[in-house]
């Protein structure tokens, strides 16, 4: 992600904002603008209302899910170990 945000920096600065991490100079901590955050409902209602359309198939669907329960498991383990002290994970998941 971080390589992507580099990439296209004028997108970077409306999405999310880029700091190093202070325990961890190799680490970042990449957090949502208040211009995204506020935009976050109207984005999720696009979402859903994109998905309702279109007629996914229900193994497609399962598939999705079991996903994006996998990725919500990951960024809980990530936020638990990096509200432990001392503890910093790098950009590559370190």
Do not use: F
Not at 25 to 46: F, K, M, N
């Amino acid at each position: 992600m971080a390589s992507a945000l580099r990439q296209k920096p004028y997108i970077y600065l409306y999405i999310c904002t880029r700091a190093p991490d202070p325990a961890d100079g190799r680490s970042s901590h990449i957090t949502l603008t208040e211009i995204a955050e506020a935009r976050l409902p109207d984005a999720v209602a696009a979402l859903l209302r994109g998905n309702r359309e279109a007629s996914w198939m229900d193994e497609e669907a399962g598939l999705l899910i079991a996903l994006l329960t996998r990725l919500i498991a990951n960024l809980d383990r990530i936020a638990s170990v990096e509200a432990s002290p001392g503890t910093a994970i790098s950009e590559k998941g370190d």
